[in-house]
Protein backbone atom coordinates (compact mmCIF):
# COMPACT_ATOMS: atom_id res chain seq x y z
CA UNK A 1 0.00 0.00 0.00
CA UNK A 2 1.15 3.21 -1.20
CA UNK A 3 1.36 5.63 1.78
CA UNK A 4 -0.81 8.97 1.60
CA UNK A 5 1.31 12.08 0.99
CA UNK A 6 0.11 15.25 2.58
CA UNK A 7 -1.51 17.36 1.18
CA UNK A 8 -3.38 15.00 -0.61
CA UNK A 9 -7.27 15.98 -0.08
CA UNK A 10 -8.79 18.03 -3.09
CA UNK A 11 -11.54 18.55 -1.16
CA UNK A 12 -12.68 19.47 2.88
CA UNK A 13 -16.32 18.82 3.97
CA UNK A 14 -17.33 19.74 7.55
CA UNK A 15 -20.68 18.64 8.78
CA UNK A 16 -22.43 20.30 12.02
CA UNK A 17 -24.83 16.84 12.60
CA UNK A 18 -28.11 16.78 14.72
CA UNK A 19 -30.01 14.30 15.80
CA UNK A 20 -33.24 15.71 15.92
CA UNK A 21 -37.03 14.89 14.42
CA UNK A 22 -36.76 12.66 11.30
CA UNK A 23 -34.21 11.87 8.58
CA UNK A 24 -36.69 13.48 6.31
CA UNK A 25 -37.07 16.96 8.40
CA UNK A 26 -35.65 20.13 7.37
CA UNK A 27 -33.11 20.98 10.29
CA UNK A 28 -31.25 24.54 10.88
CA UNK A 29 -28.61 22.17 13.25
CA UNK A 30 -27.73 20.69 9.56
CA UNK A 31 -24.99 22.33 8.09
CA UNK A 32 -22.38 21.97 5.60
CA UNK A 33 -19.10 23.55 4.50
CA UNK A 34 -16.98 22.65 1.43
CA UNK A 35 -13.16 23.46 0.83
CA UNK A 36 -10.68 23.11 -1.46
CA UNK A 37 -7.36 23.49 -1.33
CA UNK A 38 -6.65 27.33 -1.36
CA UNK A 39 -9.72 29.26 -0.39
CA UNK A 40 -11.48 28.68 2.76
CA UNK A 41 -14.48 27.04 3.19
CA UNK A 42 -18.04 28.06 2.07
CA UNK A 43 -21.20 26.73 3.20
CA UNK A 44 -23.03 24.23 1.23
CA UNK A 45 -26.69 25.01 0.98
CA UNK A 46 -29.49 22.05 0.34
CA UNK A 47 -30.67 21.22 -2.99
CA UNK A 48 -33.25 23.33 -4.18
CA UNK A 49 -36.58 22.52 -2.85
CA UNK A 50 -39.83 23.95 -0.23
CA UNK A 51 -37.59 22.73 2.94
CA UNK A 52 -34.86 25.91 3.57
CA UNK A 53 -32.86 23.13 5.65
CA UNK A 54 -30.50 20.17 5.07
CA UNK A 55 -32.24 16.65 5.94
CA UNK A 56 -30.45 13.72 7.01
CA UNK A 57 -31.42 11.92 4.13
CA UNK A 58 -30.48 14.57 1.98
CA UNK A 59 -26.87 15.04 3.60
CA UNK A 60 -26.26 11.34 3.20
CA UNK A 61 -27.15 11.06 -0.76
CA UNK A 62 -25.38 14.17 -1.35
CA UNK A 63 -22.17 12.54 0.30
CA UNK A 64 -22.22 9.83 -1.81
CA UNK A 65 -22.33 11.77 -4.67
CA UNK A 66 -19.31 13.36 -3.75
CA UNK A 67 -17.22 10.34 -2.55
CA UNK A 68 -18.26 8.96 -6.21
CA UNK A 69 -16.29 12.14 -7.43
CA UNK A 70 -12.99 11.08 -9.04
CA UNK A 71 -11.17 14.00 -6.15
CA UNK A 72 -9.85 12.65 -3.27
CA UNK A 73 -11.85 14.28 -0.09
CA UNK A 74 -11.90 14.67 3.76
CA UNK A 75 -15.21 14.06 5.56
CA UNK A 76 -15.46 15.13 9.03
CA UNK A 77 -18.79 14.11 10.80
CA UNK A 78 -19.31 15.14 14.43
CA UNK A 79 -21.04 12.27 15.37
CA UNK A 80 -19.92 8.93 17.14
CA UNK A 81 -18.56 6.66 14.64
CA UNK A 82 -19.36 3.28 17.11
CA UNK A 83 -19.36 2.15 21.06
CA UNK A 84 -17.26 1.37 23.94
CA UNK A 85 -15.65 -1.69 23.68
CA UNK A 86 -17.87 -2.91 26.64
CA UNK A 87 -20.69 -2.51 24.77
CA UNK A 88 -19.54 -5.29 22.34
CA UNK A 89 -19.04 -7.77 24.81
CA UNK A 90 -22.51 -6.75 26.87
CA UNK A 91 -24.39 -7.76 23.73
CA UNK A 92 -21.49 -10.75 22.72
CA UNK A 93 -20.93 -8.74 19.10
CA UNK A 94 -18.13 -9.50 17.15
CA UNK A 95 -15.17 -7.01 17.33
CA UNK A 96 -16.16 -6.18 13.45
CA UNK A 97 -17.56 -2.69 12.59
CA UNK A 98 -19.33 -3.53 9.33
CA UNK A 99 -21.11 -6.32 11.42
CA UNK A 100 -21.93 -3.56 14.04
CA UNK A 101 -23.41 -1.28 11.52
CA UNK A 102 -26.14 -3.91 10.17
CA UNK A 103 -26.60 -4.80 13.88
CA UNK A 104 -27.55 -1.45 15.17
CA UNK A 105 -29.56 -0.73 12.03
CA UNK A 106 -31.80 -3.56 12.96
CA UNK A 107 -32.27 -2.08 16.30
CA UNK A 108 -32.41 1.34 15.71
CA UNK A 109 -33.48 2.32 12.45
CA UNK A 110 -33.15 5.27 12.65
CA UNK A 111 -32.73 6.18 8.65
CA UNK A 112 -35.65 5.24 7.99
CA UNK A 113 -38.67 7.88 7.39
CA UNK A 114 -40.89 8.94 10.03
CA UNK A 115 -38.18 7.20 12.54
CA UNK A 116 -36.88 9.75 15.47
CA UNK A 117 -33.84 8.49 18.08
CA UNK A 118 -37.15 9.06 20.99
CA UNK A 119 -39.52 6.68 18.95
CA UNK A 120 -36.33 4.03 19.17
CA UNK A 121 -36.05 4.72 22.62
CA UNK A 122 -39.63 4.63 23.81
CA UNK A 123 -40.12 1.31 22.29
CA UNK A 124 -42.49 2.65 19.59
CA UNK A 125 -40.48 0.92 17.15
CA UNK A 126 -37.01 -1.24 16.40
CA UNK A 127 -35.74 -2.69 19.82
CA UNK A 128 -33.58 -0.45 21.67
CA UNK A 129 -33.79 -1.62 25.28
CA UNK A 130 -31.82 -4.92 23.26
CA UNK A 131 -29.11 -2.76 22.22
CA UNK A 132 -28.69 0.05 24.72
CA UNK A 133 -25.15 1.11 26.81
CA UNK A 134 -24.41 3.18 29.76
CA UNK A 135 -23.81 6.58 30.06
CA UNK A 136 -20.68 5.89 32.84
CA UNK A 137 -19.02 4.07 29.54
CA UNK A 138 -16.86 5.76 27.32
CA UNK A 139 -14.34 5.40 24.82
CA UNK A 140 -10.58 5.47 24.77
CA UNK A 141 -10.46 8.52 22.47
CA UNK A 142 -13.11 10.36 24.55
CA UNK A 143 -11.34 9.56 27.91
CA UNK A 144 -8.23 11.12 26.13
CA UNK A 145 -10.28 14.10 24.59
CA UNK A 146 -11.51 14.69 28.14
CA UNK A 147 -14.50 17.28 27.18
CA UNK A 148 -16.39 14.85 25.50
CA UNK A 149 -19.76 12.87 26.74
CA UNK A 150 -19.97 9.42 26.19
CA UNK A 151 -22.33 8.26 23.35
CA UNK A 152 -24.99 7.20 25.37
CA UNK A 153 -25.45 10.46 27.48
CA UNK A 154 -28.55 11.67 26.53
CA UNK A 155 -30.58 14.47 26.95
CA UNK A 156 -27.48 16.90 28.25
CA UNK A 157 -26.01 20.33 27.09
CA UNK A 158 -23.10 19.25 24.80
CA UNK A 159 -24.31 15.92 24.14
CA UNK A 160 -24.12 13.58 21.06
CA UNK A 161 -25.90 11.01 21.90
CA UNK A 162 -28.75 11.60 19.90
CA UNK A 163 -26.51 12.84 16.76
CA UNK A 164 -24.80 9.01 17.13
CA UNK A 165 -27.65 6.81 17.66
CA UNK A 166 -29.46 8.83 14.13
CA UNK A 167 -26.05 9.05 12.35
CA UNK A 168 -24.50 5.41 12.47
CA UNK A 169 -27.13 4.01 10.40
CA UNK A 170 -26.18 6.55 7.69
CA UNK A 171 -22.45 6.11 8.11
CA UNK A 172 -23.93 2.03 6.53
CA UNK A 173 -25.83 3.41 3.89
CA UNK A 174 -22.56 5.69 2.32
CA UNK A 175 -20.60 2.58 3.26
CA UNK A 176 -22.92 0.65 1.27
CA UNK A 177 -23.48 3.03 -1.02
CA UNK A 178 -20.40 4.93 -2.10
CA UNK A 179 -18.87 3.47 -5.01
CA UNK A 180 -15.31 5.59 -5.09
CA UNK A 181 -12.26 4.79 -3.33
CA UNK A 182 -13.67 5.57 0.27
CA UNK A 183 -11.79 5.02 3.23
CA UNK A 184 -13.30 4.75 7.13
CA UNK A 185 -11.08 5.94 9.35
CA UNK A 186 -9.64 3.87 11.91
CA UNK A 187 -12.14 1.10 10.96
CA UNK A 188 -10.19 0.24 7.12
CA UNK A 189 -6.84 1.04 9.04
CA UNK A 190 -4.85 3.54 10.16
CA UNK A 191 -2.78 4.06 7.12
CA UNK A 192 -4.52 5.79 4.05
CA UNK A 193 -4.13 4.70 0.57
CA UNK A 194 -2.96 7.31 -1.84
CA UNK A 195 -6.10 8.80 -3.77
CA UNK A 196 -8.43 7.56 -1.32
CA UNK A 197 -11.07 10.04 0.43
CA UNK A 198 -11.36 9.64 3.95
CA UNK A 199 -14.93 9.82 6.20
CA UNK A 200 -13.66 10.40 9.92
CA UNK A 201 -15.22 10.91 12.97
CA UNK A 202 -14.73 14.68 14.42
CA UNK A 203 -15.35 16.97 17.74
CA UNK A 204 -16.06 20.68 16.40
CA UNK A 205 -15.17 21.90 19.99
CA UNK A 206 -11.70 21.17 19.59
CA UNK A 207 -10.91 24.15 17.49
CA UNK A 208 -13.90 26.49 16.90
CA UNK A 209 -12.57 28.56 19.14
CA UNK A 210 -9.92 28.95 16.95
CA UNK A 211 -11.49 30.92 14.23
CA UNK A 212 -13.50 34.31 14.25
CA UNK A 213 -17.29 33.22 13.76
CA UNK A 214 -17.85 36.23 11.41
CA UNK A 215 -21.65 36.14 11.78
CA UNK A 216 -21.83 32.56 11.36
CA UNK A 217 -24.31 30.48 13.95
CA UNK A 218 -22.96 28.16 16.24
CA UNK A 219 -24.00 25.29 13.82
CA UNK A 220 -22.46 26.87 11.20
CA UNK A 221 -19.13 27.66 12.87
CA UNK A 222 -18.65 24.16 13.82
CA UNK A 223 -18.97 23.09 10.28
CA UNK A 224 -16.34 26.12 8.99
CA UNK A 225 -14.46 25.17 11.72
CA UNK A 226 -14.05 21.62 10.90
CA UNK A 227 -13.40 22.03 7.25
CA UNK A 228 -10.74 24.98 7.83
CA UNK A 229 -8.59 22.88 10.43
CA UNK A 230 -8.67 19.78 7.66
CA UNK A 231 -7.45 22.24 5.03
CA UNK A 232 -5.09 23.86 6.98
CA UNK A 233 -3.22 20.55 8.80
CA UNK A 234 -3.66 18.87 5.31
CA UNK A 235 -1.67 22.06 4.04
CA UNK A 236 0.88 22.06 6.50
CA UNK A 237 1.50 18.30 7.16
CA UNK A 238 0.33 18.42 10.59
CA UNK A 239 -2.94 16.02 9.40
CA UNK A 240 -0.31 12.80 9.09
CA UNK A 241 0.35 12.74 12.84
CA UNK A 242 -3.63 12.76 13.59
CA UNK A 243 -3.83 10.03 11.32
CA UNK A 244 -1.51 8.26 13.58
CA UNK A 245 -2.25 9.37 17.03
CA UNK A 246 0.09 7.97 19.70
CA UNK A 247 -1.56 5.09 21.22
CA UNK A 248 -0.48 2.31 23.55
CA UNK A 249 0.18 -1.66 21.82
CA UNK A 250 -3.45 -2.55 24.10
CA UNK A 251 -5.37 0.50 22.96
CA UNK A 252 -4.58 0.48 19.07
CA UNK A 253 -6.82 -2.68 18.18
CA UNK A 254 -9.37 -1.48 20.76
CA UNK A 255 -9.44 2.29 18.95
CA UNK A 256 -10.18 0.43 15.30
CA UNK A 257 -13.19 -1.34 16.89
CA UNK A 258 -14.52 1.98 19.16
CA UNK A 259 -13.50 4.49 16.25
CA UNK A 260 -11.40 7.46 17.06
CA UNK A 261 -11.68 11.29 17.25
CA UNK A 262 -9.52 12.72 14.45
CA UNK A 263 -7.76 15.80 16.12
CA UNK A 264 -7.36 13.37 19.18
CA UNK A 265 -3.79 13.12 19.94
Known sequence: MRPIRFPSFDRYIGIDYSGAETPTSSLKGLRVYLA??????VE????????????????????????AEDQPTLVGLDHGFSFPLR???KHRLPLDWPAFLD????????????????????????????????????RVTEVRARATKSVF???????????????????RHLRRRATGRVHFWPFDGW?????????????????????A??????????????AEWMRRADRDGSLADF?????????????????????VT
Open 36 to 41: DRTPPP
Open 103 to 138: DFQRHWPTDQDHTRVDFVREGVCGNGAARSGNPHWR
Open 243 to 263: FNPGLTPDERPVARIEGWILG
Open 153 to 171: HFDVQGSVAKSTHAGIPWL
Open 191 to 211: EIPAGFSVVAEVYPSLWSRSF
Open 213 to 226: SEGRTADQHDAYSV
Open 44 to 67: VPPPPSPRKYWTRRGIGEWLVDRL
Open 87 to 89: YFK
